[in-house]
């Protein structure tokens, strides 16, 4: 359950700490107020988005804490456990907003990504909005009630992954046979292109090889002169060559060396220059011998340059890509000349996957019709504690009007209700009354949250529309939920309000310049003057203080 919230510098709200208790509480105040403030703050500390604009003005950053204890939740531990997250059955989520945007979360003290607190935050709270209502009449919410219920949404997300892998083999399929209508002229084009390049060819690097070639060949001349006259300078010259001027100073430096035998290195060092001069000469004299000055050979690297260029020009590539679009094409002929094999390989996996999507899919929708039964009989039930005596509630699952598939299956999910006694079921989209229609939401809520295991239920306004002796209906099915899971409510009804075991005053503060949100526990006295406030407005009497006095006396005598 939730044990506490923390809330710093958020839109209106300065600093706020809460602790709750377990069973039902409730959180009231005058509109705008800022208590769905409260609501979003949930939210934003369970991982929902946010921005900058939430920061309070003149603030550095937003910041939201809770604390829960999940000693006692099975789930919520072993993804902990499995995350390396787990500290003694506690769990303390913090949220920072800053007011550059930036967001970080942290889940016991270790920074996450804020898609594994959204991910826990699902384990642990359900958020109820008061604009849901607006939502329930469109058949993808409908459909995910009724999943959710039953405990379907893992079957159907198995369903989904098999949808997509059959429409993946399936558009494959259609593009081969699509392809099939160009496929011989196509294969001619490729043949030509093939053989064009198979004369040509070319190996990888080739192209680059014959430009060098062709460099060596135009310059011929210059290199083979070149290479003479380095081979004078080294040895050739009949004086003053590098060769005899090395070896006369090795004899210099040896008659000098009994005078002093420091000088020896240095003839080590003549020696090596002398031994590095005789290899220069020989790798000049094979570099001279290999100089071809055969204009033949110079006409056969041209043509050859000129015959690769022309390919290159023609596939509009650089030409040493031309070996990869070689290899491309040739990979392309080859499946289309096995394209009928590939044909009749992925017609039988398309149909084994539709066979095997079909098969589930009839087993969901046996899955949904059952649950479907049990769904619309506990709504039904719901309805008549909610004021609606006589109503009745039925989840239509029907095969898709087109007889096709979906992602989610073969069915169409439908709300029928009938609010009244001898009236018609019609889709729940079409109900006039804003009453009626808050009161089956939240029934619907209620029920389908009875397929989960989270312990903490926060309901946002969701008995707007409702007042009488309808909203202690309203707050009696509450405070029935709160005697197995913690309920958090906003409210604006007195009568859902003084069936609380735990109740919170919003207020909004201001100086002239700025405006602040403020949060008060209320203890019986200040409960009192709270609700009558809610029943009486502005001027409150004595006469509506005995009444909050009388309701909420009547409220503890029927818990008790």
Not at 272 to 298: C, F, K, N
Request: proline share 2%; hydrophobic share 40%.
């Amino acid at each position: 359950m939730l044990m506490s919230l923390q809330v710093r510098d958020f839109a209106i709200v300065e600093k706020i700490d809460i602790e709750f208790d377990a069973g039902m509480t409730v959180l009231t105040g005058e509109t705008g107020a800022g208590k769905s403030i409260l609501v979003d703050a949930l939210g934003l500390v369970l991982g929902e988005r946010g921005n900058a604009q939430l920061v309070r003005d003149g603030a550095k950053r937003a910041e939201f804490s809770a604390e829960f204890d999940v000693s006692k939740l099975a789930a919520a531990n072993s993804w902990l456990t499995e995350h390396t997250l787990d500290v003694d059955g506690e769990c303390l989520l913090r949220r920072v907003i800053n007011a550059d945007g930036r967001s970080r979360a942290f889940i016991n003290g270790n920074a996450v990504p804020l898609s594994q607190l959204k991910l826990l935050g699902e384990l642990l709270l359900d958020i109820h909005g008061q604009h849901f209502h607006q939502s329930l009449g469109r058949r993808p919410i409908q459909r995910d009630l009724v999943d959710y219920f039953g405990g379907l949404l893992e079957q159907r997300a198995e369903l989904a992954t098999l949808y997509s892998s059959w429409l993946a083999v399936s558009e494959r399929l259609q593009s081969l046979l699509d392809a099939d209508a160009d496929r011989a002229s196509r294969l001619d084009l490729l043949t030509f292109q093939l053989q064009e390049l198979e004369s040509l060819d070319l190996a990888a690097g080739e192209s680059e090889q014959l430009l060098l070639e062709r460099q060596k060949l135009q310059n011929g001349s210059r290199l083979a002169d070149g290479v003479t006259a380095a081979l004078d300078a080294l040895i050739d010259s009949d004086a003053n060559n590098a060769n005899s001027l090395i070896a006369e100073a090795t004899r210099c430096i040896d008659s000098l060396g009994e005078f002093d035998a420091s000088l020896m290195p240095v003839i080590e060092i003549l020696n090596t220059a002398s031994i590095q001069v005789s290899e220069a000469t020989e790798s000049l004299r094979r570099y001279g011998d290999s100089i071809d000055m055969d204009p033949r050979r110079r006409d056969w690297v041209e043509e050859r340059l000129d015959a690769v260029q022309a390919i290159a020009r023609k596939h509009r590539v650089p030409a040493d890509e031309i070996p990869v679009i070689q290899q491309k094409l040739r990979d392309e002929f080859d499946a289309l000349k096995n394209s009928e094999e590939r044909g009749r390989d992925l017609e039988a996996q398309a149909a084994s996957l539709h066979d095997d999507f079909l098969s589930k899919s009839k087993a969901l929708s046996a899955a949904r019709s059952k649950v479907a039964k049990k769904f619309s009989r506990k709504v039904s039930e719901a309805m008549a504690g909610l004021g609606m005596p006589g109503g009745s509630f039925q989840v239509a699952v029907t095969p898709l009007s087109d007889g096709g598939e979906r992602p989610w299956g073969i069915d169409n999910i439908e709300f029928l209700i009938s609010a009244n006694p001898g009236q018609k079921l019609q889709p729940l989209a079409k109900i006039a009354s804003g009453g009626e229609l808050s009161r089956m939401s939240l029934s619907i809520q209620v029920i389908a949250s009875d397929g989960s295991a989270i312990p903490t239920m926060v309901f946002d306004e969701v008995d707007s529309g409702v007042g009488g002796g309808v909203a202690e209906m309203v707050g009696r099915r509450l405070q029935q939920i709160g005697e197995h899971r913690q309920v958090l409510c906003v409210t604006h009804l007195p009568q859902v309000a003084s069936l609380a075991d735990q109740h919170f005053r919003i207020s909004k503060v201001s100086d002239g310049k700025s405006t602040r949100t403020g949060l008060q526990s209320l203890g019986k006295d200040e409960r009192i003057e709270e609700l009558a406030r809610m029943l009486g407005g502005v001027e409150i009497t004595r006469k509506t203080l005995e009444h909050a006095a009388e309701m909420l006396a009547g409220a503890r005598q029927k818990r008790a």
